[in-house]
Nanobody
């Protein structure tokens, strides 16, 4: 069983930055692909970014490419999402997720992820 705990959300003005963290329990973190998803009010949850467990390959939604950066620190069992140039449309609850399938490619599909955090709210004011 893996537990994921997100932190770092908050209120920021448009153009600002935030860094989200997701701390994972368990000794097998380095074997999990990790993803960030978000859900805005009244909308379905959507893919934001993911990082593979081997090679650290990264994947981004077109809407956040260039502005957001996902990274991981296996020694700290933590995955990060650095968010720059934030826009009001980035307002959402952000979730981190872990995929234990040992797939070479980190998935954009939320249904491929086994474990989820509780979410952290990000609000961007205009």
């Amino acid at each position: 069983q893996v537990q994921l705990v997100e932190s770092g959300g908050g209120l920021v003005q448009a153009g600002g930055s935030l860094r989200l963290s997701c701390a994972a329990s368990g000794r097998t973190f380095r074997s999990y692909a990790m993803g960030w998803f978000r859900q805005a009010p009244g909308k379905e949850r959507e893919f934001v970014a993911a990082i593979s467990w081997i090679g650290g390959r990264t994947y981004y939604a077109d809407s956040v490419k260039v502005r957001f950066t996902i990274s991981r620190d296996n020694a700290k069992n933590t995955v990060y999402l650095q968010m720059n140039s934030l826009k009001p449309e980035d307002t959402a609850v952000y979730y981190c997720a872990a995929d234990s399938r040992l797939s070479v490619v980190a998935s954009r599909d939320e249904y491929e992820y086994d474990y989820w955090g509780q979410g952290t709210q990000v609000t961007v004011s205009s």
